[in-house]
DNA sequence: CGGACCCTTGATTCAGATCAACGAATGTGG
DNA sequence: CCACATTCGTTGATCTGAATCAAGGGTCCG
């Protein structure tokens, strides 16, 4: 299926949108969209094939595996988020979808010659990567000294900013995009930690857990940042 | 003191090794040579003036400070490395030298208008950043589900690969760089406990120590890696 | 010589992992 | 439609790896 950009619901944010019309024509000329469901594997890490890809609806989880099967999550994807890996020859790690998902994606070779024809593409991307860094250093931040009951906190408040549309302000409401499991991968911490911390956070009122997934920030003063 | 890249150590793996002569020359004159030695703060977080830099010698350590005071080592800097906000309106994190250390100082600005006119600057700068991102995943890799022990194996041999010339064996032998107590800022550790780990390594044949900095790598594989 | 670091080692404590059990929700096949 | 299995989250009891507390030695420097 190709790309209809006309409709595409981050057209204005993700990386292409620096292009003008008749630019980014021609890159969607050599992109396809593909959905994905909960659970199934947009990149596996090895992959010989270098790809990339902007996500349109939906979110994405970066993982890496340690030996003993340990899973690790690494960066979380959102709505206009960039993925993959233009120049190198391989896929450094997995990305799997958290739930249904909705993307454009590009062979590594198509994408960096666009690159290298429209060099704000590549300013554009320069700019998104760098982004990403300053994000894989705060949960390093977050993940480094802080205690787990910290950890949990923050990890609430920067998926509540993640669900806003407003860029700073959190949501007070906003439904989990991780598991409990998932959560404690991204944490370094267990499944068993994470629920309680949040059955304390309940208690404490600064939240309160509506269904599974569900949360409300009732308080999120009372919440123990680090 | 302006800059002779004539004489520059990095002169060929830095990011301005992709411009021509003249390119080089025009961005040589709007940066500065900058010499650190120990301890001395390069950048901190919150400047409000943007600024980066390459560094020519030596070693740089990212850092990012709690609100209890507790400093968490985010990102080890080696020579021919690019640090710094182009775009940003401020400083994200500190910059502090390991040891003796040499740079060239660019605005911010200035940076980035190099970048606008030479877009292969831009690209380099892409790929580093991308690098940059991999390498802050594998370390939040390391210190996610790893035990101190893992830790500490994995930091060495990390040390060992950046101390190399070779940029995929492992120096067998090297100084590092780091004080015990950065070393357990970058691991999410105690100083006590990396100071165990290395008695242990000692113990069980895998590494010799030799003054206080000192490793001699006498058989990693001995090493217990995750 | 005295003070300031930095590193090492030992004793004790504690946060969070592990082990274990259970309830709720969802799916599957008879 | 029901019996059954499976997955996911919660909660409790126990254990352990690393933090904390404490002490002492080495080296550099004024």
Do not use: W
Not at 138 to 148: F, I, P, Q, R
Not at 169 to 197: K, N, Q, W, Y
């Amino acid at each position: 299926m190709s790309l209809s950009c006309a409709t595409c619901p981050v057209r204005d944010r993700a990386a292409c949108a620096v292009l003008s019309e008749e630019e980014r024509d021609e890159l969607a000329r050599v992109g396809r969209t593909r959905k994905l469901s909960r659970g199934e594997t947009l990149f596996s890490a090895g992959e010989s094939e270098a790809a990339c890809a902007t996500l349109k609806s939906g979110a994405l989880k970066i993982t890496s595996t340690d030996i003993d099967g340990r899973e690790r999550i690494l960066s979380l994807v959102h709505p206009s988020g960039f993925i993959g890996e233009m120049f190198g020859p391989y896929m450094r790690h997995d990305v799997v979808a958290l739930g249904d998902a909705e993307l454009c994606v590009f062979s590594g070779p198509n994408f960096a010659e666009a690159v290298n024809r429209f060099p704000r593409l590549g300013q554009a991307l320069l700019r998104r990567t760098q982004e990403d860094l300053y994000a894989s250093r705060e949960l390093l931040a977050l993940t480094g000294n802080a205690s787990a009951e910290q950890r949990v906190a923050g990890a609430l408040l920067s998926l509540a900013r993640a669900a806003s549309d407003s860029p700073c302000h959190p949501a007070t409401s906003f439904e989990l995009p991780l598991s409990r499991g998932e959560l404690a991968d991204m944490l370094g911490i267990t499944i068993e930690t994470v629920s309680r911390m949040l059955t304390r956070f309940e208690k404490d009122g600064a939240i309160k857990r509506t269904g599974k997934r569900g949360i409300d920030l009732v308080d999120p003063a009372l919440l123990p940042l680090s």
